[in-house]
């Protein structure tokens, strides 16, 4: 289903795009946009991590101090729209961007990658919160492999009997459960290498966020293909009124540049 709601290309010549970024398909969009002429991008890391891969067009990393902060830069950097493709459990950025478009004028969509869905014999548990997550443990397993991120792992602190092979992509945030190894890795992974991972170190349940996507979508597979129960935390609301789509091209039919760059096309700081 389209977006209600589209960008209607500003009278200058230029198109500023203001793309929170952090995944995949912010990435990928931001390797669209710089393609194209008359356009710039800049790409906003909340700096969290300290490589981040490399991005397309202009890069900011650090916060903007709230929605107040957010709205200030799109007014000074003069940005005609912004595009959310932040990942899906950043509560607080997508709400600070749905406030601060809201208060300019802006004009903003969220980039969400579908979600996961159960398929047949999947063996899926759901929770709305990592504390829910943790509550669900005692009856599904006592080997945990917990692909959640680096924060909130303390919901899981009081499950003393519990192992837990935490992976993230940088060290997690402490306090972390008492009986935890951890595993720094950044996808995408492979279903081979996943059954191996779970095998070796004898898991018998599986916690992870819906984050959607095929990086890490593996570890499901493999969860499925051995039969071990899956801990699955759903995804937040988004704000209300906040128009979503499912992908970048929808994101640039949003954008008004659904047509695809010319082969030729240079980016718009880089013609002469």
């Known amino acids: 289903m389209p977006p209600r709601h ?5 009278a200058r010549k230029s198109l500023h795009v203001l793309v929170l970024g952090g995944t995949t398909e912010a990435r990928e969009l931001a390797a669209s946009l710089a393609t194209r002429l008359g356009v710039r991008v800049t790409t906003s890391l909340a700096g969290r991590v300290s490589r981040p891969a490399a991005q397309a067009g202009d890069v900011r990393i650090g916060g903007f101090g709230g929605a107040e902060g957010l709205a200030a830069w799109l007014r ?3 940005a005609d729209a912004v595009v959310d493709a932040t990942h899906p459990f950043a509560t607080a950025i997508t709400a600070n961007a749905a406030r601060a478009a809201a208060a300019t004028g802006v004009p903003a969509v969220v980039l969400r990658r579908p979600g996961w869905r159960p398929g047949p014999g999947d ?3 759901s ?10 443990l005692p009856s599904l397993g006592r080997r945990v492999f917990l692909t959640t991120g680096r924060l909130g792992l303390a919901a899981f602190a009081d499950l003393a009997q519990t192992y837990f092979l935490v992976r993230s992509v940088e060290a997690p945030e402490l306090p972390l459960p008492r009986h935890t190894e951890v595993l720094l ?9 996943e059954s191996a991972l779970l095998s070796e170190h004898r898991i018998d349940v599986l916690v992870t966020k819906d ?13 499925r293909d051995l039969g071990l129960p899956v801990v ?17 091209p929808q994101a640039l039919s949003w954008l008004g540049l659904s047509r695809p760059a010319p082969a030729d096309a240079c980016a718009a700081d880089t013609c002469p």
């Open 6 to 10: 589209r960008l209607h290309p500003p």
């Open 76 to 78: 000074e950097h003069e």
């Open 123 to 125: 063996r899926w548990h």
């Open 127 to 136: 929770a709305d919160s990592l504390p829910e997550a943790a509550t669900l």
């Open 185 to 193: 890795a950044r996808g995408p992974f492979t279903v081979d290498g």
């Open 211 to 223: 984050s959607g996507g095929e990086a890490t979508a593996a570890k499901l597979v493999a969860a």
């Open 232 to 248: 699955v935390v759903r995804r937040p609301p988004l704000p209300p009124g906040v128009t979503a789509v499912p992908g970048i």
